[in-house]
């Protein structure tokens, strides 16, 4: 059974770090897209990185240059490094795999989420 | 960057259909047929309803269809049932390699 769950999540004060992970289990995180999506409250869906099979990565510009996105392929773990947080980035965080049974565009597996507070 | 557009709502009463809109460029839904639609319950995470234009993932209802013209992609419901109120939303692949959602539409089920 394909499961993907974040962790990491907190309240920051702005201009902090935060490193989030995503455990997957069921399937091979280095031989799929894995992508972080996230969700400002009461807000709608917004596409923040993905890492392709190959090891490239590519990032929202609104994130650009502040986050990282990676992967630990022996704990089969997916990251995102977040620097200079600022207010605009507190939102619920899920990671999402793209999936051969999707056509490999489509989202078709989600975390749970893990929420993110910028704040002071 | 710009997110795609949508209708901010839609409505409809039990056994209508309802079409959702989702308008591109020709930079992402015009451009690939990698457009996919997801369904999200409030505080539940979103679930893929279609990929690639017009596929229904395994154990989607085919009431749900979806279709293209150009850079505007749609979301039909069909039959529609009180478990169908969600928000919606659309997103497409992009020529930067990246991917970008749609606002999200809020279905109400009258």
Known sequence: ?120 | QSALTQPASVSGTPGQSITISCTGTSSDVGGYNYVSWYQQHPGKAPKLMIYDVGNRPSGVSNRFSGSKSGNTASLTISGLQAEDEADYYCSSYTSSSTWVFGGGTKLTVL
């Open chain 1, 1 to 120: 059974e394909v499961q993907l769950v974040e962790s990491g999540g907190g309240l920051i004060q702005p201009g902090g770090s935060l490193r989030l992970s995503c455990a997957a289990s069921g399937f091979t995180v280095s031989s799929n897209y894995m992508s972080w999506v996230r969700q400002a409250p009461g807000k709608g869906l917004e596409w923040v990185s993905v890492i392709y099979s190959g090891g490239s990565t590519y990032y929202a510009d609104s994130v650009k240059g502040r986050f990282t996105i990676s992967r630990d392929n022996s704990k089969n773990t997916l990251y995102l490094q977040m620097n200079s947080l600022r207010a605009e980035d507190t939102a619920v965080y899920y990671c999402a795999r793209a999936s051969p049974s999707s056509g490999w565009y489509g989202f078709e597996y989600w975390g749970q989420g893990t929420l993110v507070t910028v704040s002071s």
